[in-house]
């Protein structure tokens, strides 16, 4: 079970988030690092509960699926709880991941500076779309020892690579980047925006 979850969502990753250099495959790396070690003990042996009853003396009786949340408050209704909200911001994360792809696509066809959808709410959707799927699952839904170390890991890592694309753009773009920088956050977007929006 681990091997194939790990296979379909590195290949769901590279699909949608592939490196354009070799420089970016140390980040690709990183989250690749994150996907395995995440499901291994997911499906493995619950790393983290060894942990915490080994170094921190926690003393749980051991009970079905060891989910971290479950064990912790001692009822499988806190594991659905996380679940929940977990997978749905990592569907929500999966969209931004895929509605930025395709308009990234059609911008890099016609050589254009995307500013529309999704791009006119955060700079950056795809790599937002990332982080809420790995906090959905790796931080939410099943917190390990490993998944919760590697999202700031991964967090930073991303955000470097965003920050040298976008000096990649002011030098394609100029001034019209710049402004679409101005105008809009990087990753997540203005709250104040969104209500004025909806009002």
Known sequence: MAVIVTVVVSWLMYRYLAPDSWKEWTRAGVLQA??????????????TIYFLARFFGLDLAWGEGGNLWAQLFG??????????IGYSLVFFGATLVADGW??????RRSTILMTDGIYARVRHPQ????????????????????SVIAFPVILLAYTLLARKEERQMLEQFGDEYRHYQQRVPMFFPNINDLLRQES
Request: net charge neutral; proline share 6%; glycine share 8%.
């Open 102 to 107: 395709r308009r990234i696509h059609l911008a």
């Open 127 to 146: 790599y937002t779309g990332l982080f809420l799927i790995v906090f959905g699952e790796g931080v939410v839904h099943w917190p390990t020892i490993l």
């Open 34 to 47: 994150f996907i395995i070690a995440f499901y291994a003990e997911m499906y493995g042996f619950p790393l």
């Open 75 to 84: 009822t499988p209704t806190a594991h659905i709880v996380a679940m929940l």
